[in-house]
């Protein structure tokens, strides 16, 4: 059950992982350009938003399962502070920005507010999300695959 958790947690991180890219990009573009809020801006937000909160259930699962709560006394161990404290509170914050980025735009009634209300809570979030990422090419995630699984 473990090792499907964390295959599907790593899936569904590239589906949060872009359609995030995708609604900053939509964000920037729709303010700079004034253009209408669209449908399919408020389907991409829903996107990020679901998948998001999706990551937070499956990786709230894979944190208690592993035990990475039990592993606070051992913080010398770079590894196990990252994914007892750092990629957990990174996630945490980023997903309250997201949340909070699509609920105060869905509450705007001008187009170029939403864009913009959009545009900076899930910028910030981007960029703390690509922090707390375990990449392979990092030391918490080295010998782990882009595509785990496959």
Do not use: C
Not at 34 to 61: E, P, Y
Not at 97 to 108: F, H, Q
Not at 113 to 142: Q, S
């Amino acid at each position: 059950m473990e090792t499907g958790l964390l295959h599907l947690h790593s899936f569904i991180r590239w589906i949060a992982l872009i359609s995030l890219i995708v609604m900053v990009v939509r964000s920037y573009s729709g303010m700079s350009q004034g253009r209408v809020f669209s449908k399919a801006d408020n389907m991409w937000s829903l996107l990020t938003v679901i998948s998001f909160h999706l990551q937070l259930l499956i990786g709230f699962s894979i944190y208690f399962i592993n035990g990475w709560h039990t592993q606070m006394g051992n913080m010398g161990n770079s590894v196990i502070r990252f994914f007892a404290i750092e990629h957990m509170f990174g996630m945490l914050v980023a997903i309250a920005l997201v949340t909070v980025g699509r609920s105060r735009a869905k509450k705007s009634n001008a187009d170029g507010r939403k864009f913009k209300r959009h545009l900076w809570p899930y910028a910030i979030a981007l960029l703390i999300v690509l922090i707390t990422i375990p990449w392979p090419f990092l030391e918490v995630g080295a010998g782990k695959s882009w595509f785990p699984g496959l």
